[in-house]
């Protein structure tokens, strides 16, 4: 069994609030191995993975949506604190333009680093889907995000898994467990006894989960596709109780949000980038009662997926 863990580290909408912090999303794979990485990283965000119990050092990439300072200007502190802590393995900064704001994060201060920091450019134009990682279990993926600064979404991607269908085993008379399923997810069939056996015949498909973020971003047609029957999707919500509100400032209201869940036929949602002026949760969650799998962030909250 495999497991997602998604933990809000940060909430709010460009100011930070005495319950909301700035924006980061802390996920957490698990399987065979364990993958942990950061989509954004406001200010502040290292305090909070201390308080949510969380390991710093098991990050080895960070995916910043844009740069605004409240999605990245905790990177900094975070990465002299990875320093002081002896980290060797190299950490990896995706984003738009990502080589220019890297470089400059790395200017600032006289501190060197014991560690290697790669920055990885992530494009932020057109509609193409770009896999910027990819391992047997999981691929991480962008798409360009519309806020009038070079912006992306993520999704986390995980890889449909083949399952022996133990019923199916029993009823043809096969071992509980051996070597020999390893060799037929390998291979395709295998001979047990004199009887020919198809991985199609004793399997079952069980279908991976995905996580999307849009980051900040006025509704767009690139995260409605990327988010397309998502286990989870993250959205910015910032403009939530009105219906009309300036275009100016880039970003996505509740009604909104809304559409483009039913569009996406999401599984379940999550709306953060809270502006400060909301301070009423429970006026919140009033808007929202009748969307069942629709929640609204708060820091420190954890989505888990099984």
């Not at 890889?159 to 060799?183: H, W």
């Not at 970003?251 to 953060?272: M, N, R, S």
């Amino acid at each position: 069994m495999t497991q997602i863990d998604v933990t809000f580290l940060g909430t709010t909408a460009g100011i930070p609030t005495a319950k909301r912090n700035h924006a980061s999303i802390y996920l957490k794979y698990r399987s065979e191995n364990e993958y942990c990485c950061l989509l954004d990283c406001g200010e502040g965000t290292q305090r909070q993975i201390f308080t949510a119990k969380l390991n710093f050092m098991r990050i080895d990439d960070i995916f910043v949506t844009h740069w605004h300072a409240d999605h990245f200007a905790g990177i900094f502190g975070l990465m002299e604190t990875m320093n002081l802590e002896q980290r060797t393995r190299p950490l990896n900064i995706y984003g738009p333009e990502a080589d220019k704001f890297v470089e400059t994060i790395l200017e600032l201060g006289y501190a060197s680093k014991r560690y290697e920091v790669v920055a990885k450019p992530v494009p932020f134009e057109g509609s193409q889907v770009t896999k910027l990682i990819d391992t047997p279990e999981f691929s991480v993926c962008s798409v360009p995000a519309k806020h009038g600064i070079p912006a992306v979404a993520y999704a986390f991607v995980e890889k449909d898994r083949i399952k022996i269908d133990k019923e199916k085993t029993k009823k043809l008379g096969l071992p509980a467990k051996g070597l020999m399923y390893k060799k037929l997810k390998e291979t395709g069939s295998v001979v047990y006894k004199g009887q020919r056996i198809r991985l199609a015949d004793i399997s079952l498909i069980e279908e991976g989960k995905k996580v999307v973020y849009s980051g900040d971003t006025l509704p767009c047609k690139n995260v409605v596709n990327l988010a397309k029957h998502a286990s989870l999707l993250i959205h910015d919500s910032t403009f939530f109780l009105e219906d009309v509100f300036d275009t100016q400032y880039k970003h996505t209201t509740f009604e909104d949000v809304i559409g483009i869940i039913k569009e996406a036929q999401v599984k379940q949602a999550v709306l953060t980038h809270i502006s400060r002026r909301y301070r009423n949760v429970e006026e919140l969650k009033e808007k929202i009662k009748e969307y069942p799998n629709v929640k609204i962030a708060r820091d420190f909250m954890t989505i888990t997926l099984k």
